[in-house]
Every structure is written in C-alpha cells, then in structure tokens.
C-alpha cells in the first residue's frame, strides 16, 4: 500500500486551517483535521477515489472533504503526495504553477 507524503505546503495548509477554526471553535477544528486524516486514509487505500484536474496541474487529483475541503495530491508509483488542503471557496488554481 501506498504512502502518504505530506509537502510543506500541504503541512502549512492543515495548520492554518487549524488555526483559523480553533480560534473560535477549537474542538471542531480537531474534529476537521481528523476527518482530512480520514480521507487521507481513504486516499492511501484507493489513490483514484479523487477525480482528475489535469488541467490544473499534470497528475493532480483532489478529493473532496466535507465539501467545503478538497484535498489535492498526486500518486507516485509508490507514493502518494498530499499537494495542498484548501478551503473550496478559495481560487486555488493560482497555487498550481502551468
């Protein structure tokens, strides 16, 4: 089974998303992260539950997380890449270089 790999970025994303709802609420931002974390398991058990947005970046796939998160990635032959967690209300396109 395949690893998950978190980047800087995606590490930067989950504490900053932590943050910003623990400063009112910090029992639902626990309860958040361990739903990302689930659905990084669920990643690392089936890599193409995400759908395809190769027309962001080549290779890139995002699943959904309570849909108001989407988890980006991208699979290695034995890896998988968290890219970035991000709320979906923000303009992520522009995190991605062409």
């Avoid at 361990?34 to 990084?40: L, R």
């Avoid at 193409?48 to 190769?54: A, L, N, P, T």
């Avoid at 080549?58 to 699943?63: D, E, S, T």
């Amino acid at each position: 089974m395949a690893r998950i790999i978190l980047t800087a970025a995606a590490k930067n994303d989950l504490a900053t998303i932590w943050s910003y709802i623990a400063n009112d609420n910090p029992t639902a931002a626990d309860k958040l992260l361990a739903q990302i974390d689930a659905t990084f398991d669920l990643i690392r058990k089936s890599s193409d539950i995400g759908f395809s947005v190769e027309n962001i970046s080549p290779g890139l796939r995002c699943k959904p997380v309570k849909r108001n998160y989407l988890i980006f990635y991208k699979v290695s032959d034995s890896d998988i890449y968290i890219v970035h967690v991000l709320h979906a209300a923000r303009d992520y396109e522009r995190l991605f270089p062409s």
